[in-house]
């Protein structure tokens, strides 16, 4: 799956940006290691560092080991990109343009579809339209009910998202970041580990005065749950401590209330790993939590 997005990253348009891919391994117990350093002496079209986490660090904490990297290095922009995905050549450099055109930007997405066979509904579809249908469109945030959701999901692109416009959040599948914003709020918070960070990372990036923009120039398509099954047990944890987490530093009290209320119920009626991510969330028992 890495390999797949690197050939397709080996594509990219530079145009006058200077860019460096960073590969972030998170402590995996398999031969990714060694057949991705196979890959990078024999394909050398861009310039490709590896960096190895001896443990798993999770999605936030495992981007911030990068982030820290491109910090240091210098780096005006930072974008992060899912491996489980592959590219339009321009995609960076019309996220660039859509981050400079926009004085008060501060995070920049594109627009996302899901990989050719990977739709949630694909038998719905015409085989024509596989490739087009949209995950991401720009995000929305239902403060009431403490849920994120992706705008366009499901819809096969017909133009209906051509327009470079504000958005609630980011999603971190791929995610532009002024170099400002990281010096302003810091990096991602890892007590998530895994999922909502990148909301969270948009509502700080708000809250500081930066604005968030989908650009529709910026395409890429995504194995959508590539790396962890859909409706899993390990989404059940993860989305359910964390939506408390969120929900509860940023909804409205009103919201908070109906939270609490509803993490209690869980307690009783959900499922496993439900009830494990309301119980560790009460304990404070964040990061990577219980989770196996």
């Not at 797949?4 to 590969?23: D, P, Q, W």
């Amino acid at each position: 799956m890495t390999i797949k997005c690197l050939s397709s990253l080996a594509k990219i348009e530079k145009g006058n940006l200077n860019v460096e891919v960073l590969v972030i391994d998170n402590g995996s117990s398999d031969e990714s290691l060694k057949k991705i350093g196979q890959y990078l002496l024999s394909h050398k079209k861009i310039r490709i560092r590896l960096i190895e986490n001896k443990e798993n660090l999770g999605f936030a904490e495992g981007n911030n080991v990068g982030i820290k990297y491109a910090m240091q290095n210098g780096a005006d922009f930072v974008c992060l990109l899912n491996n489980d995905t592959r590219i339009a050549p321009d995609f960076l450099v019309n996220l660039v343009k859509a981050a400079t055109s926009e004085k008060q930007s501060g995070l920049v997405g594109g627009k996302i579809f899901f990989e050719k066979g990977y739709e949630f509904h694909r038998t719905k579809y015409r085989r024509q339209d596989l490739g087009k249908v949209i995950w991401y469109a720009g995000g929305k945030i239902d403060w009431q009910n403490v849920y994120a959701s992706h705008r366009g999901v499901d819809e096969v692109d017909q133009g209906q998202y051509e327009t470079l416009t504000e958005t609630d959040y980011v999603n971190g599948c791929l995610m532009l970041v002024k170099r400002e914003v990281f010096e302003k709020i810091g990096l991602i918070d890892a007590n998530y580990f895994l999922y909502l960070e990148d909301t969270d990372f948009s509502q700080r990036a708000k809250k500081a005065g930066f604005k968030l923009y989908y650009t529709p120039r910026a395409v890429i398509w995504h194995l959508n749950a590539g790396s962890s099954s859909a409706g899993s047990d390990l989404q059940d944890y993860y989305l359910t401590r964390n939506r408390l987490l969120f929900g509860l530093k940023w909804a409205p009290w009103r919201a908070k209330l109906a939270l609490t209320k509803e993490s209690l119920k869980l307690v009783f009626f959900g499922r496993k790993w439900q009830k494990i991510g309301v119980r560790d969330f009460y304990l404070g028992k964040l990061g990577q939590g219980s989770w196996r």
